[in-house]
């Protein structure tokens, strides 16, 4: 319940930039006590207890899903403090949050924040579009490449060009017909993080949008 509220006031446009910050601040201590710590309740956190050759890949399309879990692996390693799935071990007990991710995009704020539950998680700042390009509405993650060619004017752009713009990472939204080859992306010019100069995507500074490129599952609500 104080998540929900927490999360309400976050999401007012009317509330103050300082009373957003703390609204942000107060709700990340609620999901560190209730997703990222050891007494994380059973309707939030499901627990699982790794058996001699799981991999957390299978477990996302088998059993985890099977019981209502919509996170990606990359998420829940995460949530356990795993860098790398290979460190796994039978007989480990991993916390798999049971709610679902979402992303909100603040223009106003040039902010990007991840919700779970419905509820801030994680925010970032992000680049928008030069003259409001950046459209408004709901549309999802449809598309989620790694070192992505860029498809401009009419040519191909491969990844690793000097021209290519758009980073290591591409999430294409759909849902609606103006999310057409618009995404969240990295950027080759960090310094555009924070202000409206792109053609309408959502910029990222890499490393963090190589973190929410492993959480965001296909589907997640933008």
Same mark, same amino acid.
């Not at 539950?117 to 970032?124: L, M, Q, T």
């Given at each position: ?26 709700? %990340?201590? =609620?999901? $560190?006590?209730? @997703?990222?710590?050891?007494? &994380? +309740? ?8 790794? *058996? ?45 949050p ?7 995009v603040? %223009?106003? =704020?040039? $902010?990007?924040? @991840?919700?779970?539950?419905? &509820? +801030? ?8 579009? *030069? ?33 290519n713009?758009?980073g ?21 010019? $960090?310094?555009? @993080?924070?202000?409206?100069v ?25």
């Amino acid at each position: 319940a104080a998540r929900r509220l927490l999360a309400a006031i976050y999401d007012c446009d009317s509330v103050p930039p300082a009373d957003h910050t703390r609204a942000f601040d107060a709700c %990340r201590r =609620l999901q $560190e006590m209730l @997703v990222d710590g050891a007494a &994380a +309740p059973e309707p939030v956190v499901m627990r699982y207890k790794v *058996a001699p050759g799981d991999i957390v890949w299978n477990l996302a399309k088998g059993a985890w899903k099977d019981a209502g879990v919509t996170v990606d692996p990359g998420f829940v390693l995460h949530v356990n403090g795993i860098s790398d799935a290979r460190r796994i071990r039978a007989g480990q007990t991993l916390r798999v949050p049971r709610e679902r991710l979402s992303v909100v995009v603040r %223009r106003d =704020l040039f $902010e990007l924040t @991840v919700l779970l539950g419905g &509820a +801030p998680y994680a925010r970032y700042p992000v680049g928008l579009g *030069a003259n409001e390009s950046t459209p408004a509405g709901r549309f999802r993650v449809e598309t989620k490449i790694k070192n992505p060619d860029w498809y401009y004017g009419g040519k191909r752009i491969p990844f690793g060009d000097p021209e290519n713009l758009i980073g290591t990472r591409w999430m294409g939204f759909a849902g609606d017909a103006k999310a057409e080859g618009i995404g969240i992306h990295g950027t080759s010019d $960090e310094t555009s @993080v924070g202000r409206a100069v792109s053609m309408g995507c959502v910029r990222m500074r890499r490393e963090h949008v190589e973190q929410i490129f492993e959480w965001l599952p296909h589907g997640t609500e933008v």
